[in-house]
């Protein structure tokens, strides 16, 4: 779930700039055009499905608002944010369609709060679960295939595609982890807030907004969750290499 609440001017600014960045590199390099292209399939399944997921987990706990708004479907026009998906695209990190919940529908058994909390990490967890599924399938043709797979042109696509739905999925599971608004992670840490460290994350919430959004324009929110992003990969593909 990522959701703006300031002037999406700003925001539209920010990723015409990031674009126009984007393509001129990939004019003056033939080589990135071509892994942009094999990484769109991995950004429809990330999004597709960390969306899927905090639709279903919320209709697990009582609230009946994504399926009645249809989100609760793999199919990726469901989900896809036009201007989140260019910024998973071409600036490595993105976002889809805000799923819609009403936390006053949760069953009565958990407070909203952790609800909320629940539902937010719905998200990022299926992103590093799909991350195991198609490590493990990477390794399973590997292992059945060999490593002359990779010496045709159709079989290193396949590899390469796989291996960037890894890293896409990895990459908007760490990213969305991130405690600040809008991404899930400033309701995930809400349940373990004291209250008042909880109120004054709320009261000032628009400053972390901002605070984002300059991590975001300068590059230190990558930078920053870079070398999680690849030791958690790193990690993901060392356990099922040794598993397979």
């Known amino acids: 779930m990522f959701n703006f609440s300031f002037d999406r001017r700003v925001l539209y600014i920010v990723i015409a700039i990031l674009v126009v960045i984007s393509l001129t590199n990939l004019m003056t390099n033939p080589g990135a055009l071509y892994s942009l ?6 950004v429809l399944v990330a999004i597709t499905f960390h969306e899927f997921a905090h639709g279903i987990v919320a209709y697990k706990l009582g609230d009946n608002t994504a399926k009645n708004e249809g989100r609760l479907s793999l199919n990726p026009f469901a989900h896809l944010d036009p201007i989140g998906t260019l910024m998973l695209v071409f600036a ?3 976002w889809g369609k805000p799923v819609h919940v009403n936390p006053s529908n949760y069953t009565r058994k ?7 909390a629940i539902v937010s990490a719905a998200g990022p967890i299926m992103n590093i679960l799909l991350a195991f599924v198609f490590a493990i399938i990477y390794f399973v043709i590997y292992k059945f295939a060999g490593s002359e797979i990779l010496d045709s042109t159709v079989g290193w696509v396949i590899m390469q595609i796989i291996a960037s739905t890894i890293a896409t999925n990895v990459g908007l599971g760490v990213f969305n982890l991130i405690p600040l608004p809008p991404l899930d992670g400033s309701k995930i840490i809400m349940p373990f807030l004291p209250y008042k460290a909880k109120q004054w994350f709320i009261n000032n919430e628009q400053i972390f907004y901002l605070v984002f959004i300059v991590l975001w324009i300068t590059g230190l929110a990558g930078r920053i969750i870079s070398p999680a992003i690849t030791w958690i990969a790193t990690g993901i593909m060392n356990i099922c290499s040794f598993i397979l």
């Open 110 to 116: 958990i407070s909203m709060e952790k609800g909320e």
């Open 37 to 42: 292209l094999l990484g769109i399939p991995g």
């Open 92 to 94: 490595g990190f993105g």
